[in-house]
């Protein structure tokens, strides 16, 4: 327990300090919607996407947007897709397309009833897992799944469970990098498949 404790104090001063480091998007949301025409193939209308595999980007804060963008561009963030997509945006580009999907309503994709998977996968997001010192993903991503625009950190609530677990998996591969300071590597390295899966779930219904 005391090792779980001491992750979670490392990830809330961690977060007051992303919360200083990462500059404020400054996009305008208006001159974004002309600029997402080609995002909405994958994304979806509005940045609700269709396709489990493909974020929604609605509703995600800016500030993280502007950084997986960014990431993207320098390579520091792989995905051959996306860096071929905005290899050729300009900053403000990136700070206006953050600003127009931050501006839209996220559509709850809701989460698959099945309550043991459910019960499990709370646990994780408001507990962590004390046994093995993972911590609750409460102390970057809120209570709401809403995240912390401030530091950076992304809505994840009421997103695709596939792209999420996706996801989960990556950082525990170290196949994705880009987290700040490996925060992410490290609460997810030692979680199971079925602790990764039951998360993925959860997340999809929270807001």
Same mark, same amino acid.
């Given at each position: 327990?005391?090792?779980?404790?001491?992750?979670?104090?490392?990830?809330?001063?961690?977060?007051?300090?992303?919360?200083?480091?990462?500059?404020?998007?400054?996009?305008?949301?208006?001159?974004?919607?002309?600029?997402?025409?080609?995002?909405?193939?994958?994304?979806?209308?509005?940045?609700?996407?269709?396709?489990?595999?493909?974020?929604?980007?609605?509703?995600?804060?800016?500030?993280?947007?502007?950084?997986?963008?960014?990431?993207?561009?320098?390579?520091?963030?792989? !995905?051959?897709? &996306?860096?071929?997509? *905005?290899?050729? =945006?300009?900053?403000?580009?990136? +700070?206006?397309? $953050?600003? /127009?999907? #931050?501006?839209?309503?996220?559509?709850?994709?809701?989460?698959?009833?099945?309550?043991?998977?459910?019960?499990?996968?709370?646990?994780?997001?408001?507990?962590?897992?004390?046994?093995?010192?993972?911590?609750?993903?409460?102390?970057?991503?809120?209570?709401?799944?809403?995240?912390?625009?401030?530091?950076?950190?992304?809505?994840?609530?009421?997103?695709?469970?596939?792209?999420?677990?996706?996801?989960?998996?990556?950082?525990?591969?170290?196949?994705?990098?880009?987290?700040? !300071?490996?925060? &992410?590597?490290?609460? *997810?390295?030692? =979680?199971?498949?079925?602790?990764? +899966?039951?998360? $993925?779930? /959860?997340? #999809?219904?929270?807001?």
């Amino acid at each position: 327990m005391k090792k779980s404790v001491t992750l979670v104090s490392w990830l809330i001063s961690l977060a007051a300090l992303s919360a200083v480091q990462v500059a404020n998007a400054q996009g305008d949301a208006a001159a974004g919607a002309g600029k997402v025409a080609l995002c909405a193939t994958c994304h979806g209308s509005g940045g609700n996407s269709q396709i489990s595999m493909n974020p929604s980007l609605a509703g995600q804060n800016a500030n993280y947007i502007v950084k997986q963008l960014q990431d993207y561009q320098s390579g520091e963030r792989q !995905n051959p897709t &996306m860096s071929a997509m *905005v290899g050729s =945006l300009s900053g403000q580009d990136i +700070e206006d397309i $953050a600003a /127009y999907y #931050a501006s839209q309503e996220r559509r709850i994709v809701g989460a698959q009833d099945d309550q043991e998977t459910l019960a499990l996968g709370e646990a994780l997001y408001r507990a962590g897992n004390s046994e093995i010192g993972s911590a609750a993903c409460t102390a970057c991503h809120a209570p709401t799944g809403k995240g912390n625009a401030p530091a950076g950190f992304p809505a994840i609530g009421g997103q695709h469970s596939e792209y999420t677990l996706t996801q989960l998996r990556a950082f525990r591969a170290s196949e994705r990098a880009n987290d700040l !300071n490996g925060m &992410m590597r490290t609460v *997810v390295e030692r =979680l199971t498949d079925a602790e990764l +899966e039951a998360l $993925a779930n /959860y997340v #999809a219904g929270l807001h």
